[in-house]
């Protein structure tokens, strides 16, 4: 997530410390012209898989926020806001509090009085109804002046906690007893320090004078409609009123202005929710406030809204391009920015060039990818252990195999302090290792795996979803995999899609992908911890036969080669080929045909099939140290072999066991790499342009 501002964005704020995504986004996106716009503010979805760090973003953009931005936080996990009326009743006590930069406090006066309704039995007689709110609220305004409503936080979650269903059936004596306290506490908010209760009365008194306004609190009453609606109409209106006052100027503005020009701005008031896919309530909040909103344009209300989202939703492709298609896919499409690279300039562009669907609500959604955390954030998640590891080492060990996952890092610094004293360090068999007999790959891929996949037993997923993530990674081909072979895989490919595990932010190209995919951007990718664990679980249940109805790893493969898609190039074929043939293990044959492709392809052809061929999955770098597979698959002193093939022999080993994230590649791992591109170019090169064996050899440090 940590990003490091520019140089001159630091000199311009004087301040020394790096600033994360989070606080990059409340910086460029929360910043409005002074005299306002007229543009609606937008409905962020903060996107990653599950365990990306979003709680974490959310937390460090409302410690950003402070006491001087207008902010909230909501919690779509916590039963206090179990329907979007309870989470509306929240939202407005949390936002009713002092901010530095109001001149007078928020209030939520209308959303007072439909709550009201709610909980009272109007009569239908109009003068009858509102003379029974007037005494109503009367009454709630003249209790006592000390009723204990300073701890707002505290207030906020009882009354929303029994306001649970309200929207849906009449309350009885009990609730409704409960619910008035919390109403007259929500009411008498602004009456704090500014407003006296004579003043509050007239207040009401002229709020209610209008026909429609009575009328809608007897039909609210009565229930004759969707209260939802209501809510959240009446709580943008008292939005919209409190922002009239609009912003007083704060004493040190941190903002990233455009061209570092300090010009007078105002700051949009935000909605941070947390967990909108732990329960329906989620997004029917989100839906209903979208719609609420729309309705009420072209007024405007000043709140941002920022949810933290596990699933890509559909409707969202009518706009932005999916998570999983790159620029060639999808050429009109907006791409997603990272939330670091997100700002308001960018939301009113998206809304420019789709002003001719004004009309549809999946408009108002601008989905954010959230960046993927620093080294020093994975370093404090997972410290390294007090023996066996060099804390550089440590390091990347972590930042390759978690794939820059935080959940993924911490499981890994905690398992990695447990294991026993007689492992030999470094240990790669981290997987492997169990915890209350449950070990690694599958505590996390039990934790990870979209919900609807663990339906079915791990043993029956597991395989096919190896499927799909090896397929990802093939050059030139669709994704998608034969039915008849992998009847499940492209339900899977689809679960891990929809839940954010399969993405262009996850992909990582190795160091050749400069030279043998030159300007070509990389394809979406399985994230590399849910790739590492599933990998590990096959070769888990593969060698100890404890499923026999299952696949096992020579048999996905097998499936695998036997069942490629259509022909799309001869070159193609043949990595995909020996891709496979590397997976199960045919090292020396993979070797042999890669010797006689290097005397007759062009260098850069033959870069590329090498690249290619060695992102095989291999199942020694999980359980060896990488020096004792390098000798088993390149031993010294063989009689008879060229030096051209003790080159190639070495270059593939190295690489096929650097593009495992259990390997951690060494500066004298580096150096035998480019050591041996540099011979091939030098003494062996089949052409006399060398240029792309020359700067496969500089990507491995040599010159």
């Given at each position: ?321 999916e998570p999983w298609r790159t620029k060639a896919d999808c050429p009109d499409k907006r791409p997603i920015p990272l939330l670091s690279q997100a700002d308001f300039k960018q939301w009113t562009h998206h809304l420019a060039a789709t002003a001719d669907r004004g009309d549809s609500p999946t408009r108002a959604w601008y989905p954010v990818w959230l960046d993927p955390p620093g080294p020093e954030v994975l370093r404090k998640l997972a410290p390294t252990p007090p023996d066996g590891w060099e804390p550089a080492l440590f390091d990347e060990f972590v930042q390759r195999l978690s794939g820059g996952l935080p959940a993924a890092a911490q499981e890994i610094g905690r398992r990695a302090g447990e ?285």
């Open positions: 997530m940590p990003r490091t501002a520019s140089r001159a964005e630091r000199q311009d704020l004087g301040e020394p410390h790096v600033l994360t995504a989070a606080e990059l986004f409340v910086r460029q996106a929360f910043r409005r012209p002074a005299a306002g716009t007229a543009v609606p503010e937008p409905v962020v979805a903060l996107l990653g898989p599950k365990g990306s760090g979003k709680s974490t973003a959310l937390k460090t953009i409302s410690g950003a926020c402070g006491g001087t931005l207008v902010h909230a936080r909501l919690d779509f996990q916590d039963a206090q806001v179990a329907d979007p009326i309870s989470a509306a009743a929240y939202v407005s006590f949390l936002l009713a509090r002092h901010w530095d930069n109001l001149p007078r406090d928020p209030a939520f006066h209308r959303v007072g009085l439909s709550l009201l309704a709610l909980n009272e039995t109007l009569p239908q007689d109009r003068d009858a109804a509102r003379a029974h709110v007037l005494q109503l609220v009367g009454s709630y305004l003249h209790q006592d002046d000390e009723h204990p409503v300073a701890d707002l936080a505290g207030e906020a979650v009882r009354f929303a906690l029994s306001l649970s269903g309200i929207g849906a059936q009449v309350p009885g004596p009990a609730v409704q007893q409960a619910v008035s306290s919390g109403i007259g506490a929500l009411l008498r908010l602004a009456n704090r320090r500014r407003r006296s209760v004579r003043q509050a009365l007239k207040w009401f008194s002229g709020l209610l004078e209008g026909a429609s306004t009575i009328d809608s609190l007897i039909d609210l009453s009565q229930r004759s409609s969707d209260p939802v609606p209501h809510v959240l109409n009446a709580f943008l209106t008292d939005l919209s009123r409190s922002a009239d006052q609009w912003t007083t100027p704060v004493r040190r503005c941190e903002c990233l202005a455009p061209h570092r020009q300090d010009v007078p701005h105002e700051h949009a008031w935000a909605l941070l929710i947390d967990n909108v896919d732990a329960t329906p309530a989620g997004r029917e909040f989100l839906s209903a406030f979208v719609r609420a909103r729309q309705n009420r344009l072209p007024e405007r209300d000043p709140l941002l809204i920022v949810a933290a989202m596990d699933r890509w939703s559909s409707a969202w492709g009518h706009w932005w391009r294991l026993p004293d007689d492992a030999a360090p470094p240990a790669r068999s981290l997987l492997f290792q169990p915890h209350n007999g449950i070990a690694l790959w599958e505590r996390a891929l039990t934790s990870f795996l979209p919900r609807s996949l663990l339906a079915d037993s791990l043993p029956a997923v597991v395989p096919q979803a190896v499927a799909v993530g090896v397929r990802l990674g093939q050059p030139g081909q669709s994704a998608l995999l034969d039915p008849a072979a992998f009847p499940d895989a492209n339900d899977i490919l689809r679960a891990l899609r929809e839940n954010l595990w399969v993405s262009t932010f996850a992909a990582r190209p190795s160091r050749l992908w400069p030279i043998a995919v030159p300007g070509r951007e990389h394809p979406a990718a399985l994230h590399p911890w849910l790739l590492a664990c599933l990998l590990a679980g096959l070769h888990a249940q593969s060698a100890a036969d404890r499923h026999p109805v299952a696949m096992t790893w020579a048999e996905v493969f097998r499936r695998m080669a036997n069942t490629c898609a259509e022909p799309t190039g001869e070159a193609e074929d043949q990595a995909r080929r020996l891709y496979y043939a590397l997976a199960c293990d045919n090292f020396a044959a993979v070797v042999d045909e890669l010797v006689t492709e290097f005397a007759k392809s062009g260098h850069p052809d033959w870069v590329r099939l090498v690249d290619q061929i060695t992102r095989a999955p291999c199942r020694l770098a999980a359980v060896e140290p990488t020096d004792d597979s390098v000798a088993k698959l390149v031993p010294d002193g063989q009689p008879g072999r060229e030096s051209a093939e003790a080159a190639i022999t070495s270059i593939v080993a190295r690489l096929w066991l650097y593009h495992d994230p259990h390997t951690v590649p060494s500066p004298a791992h580096d150096q035998r790499i480019s050591k041996n591109f540099s011979r091939l170019a030098g003494n062996y090169a089949a052409r006399d342009d060398t240029d792309a064996l020359t700067d496969a050899a500089a990507q491995f440090g040599g010159r």
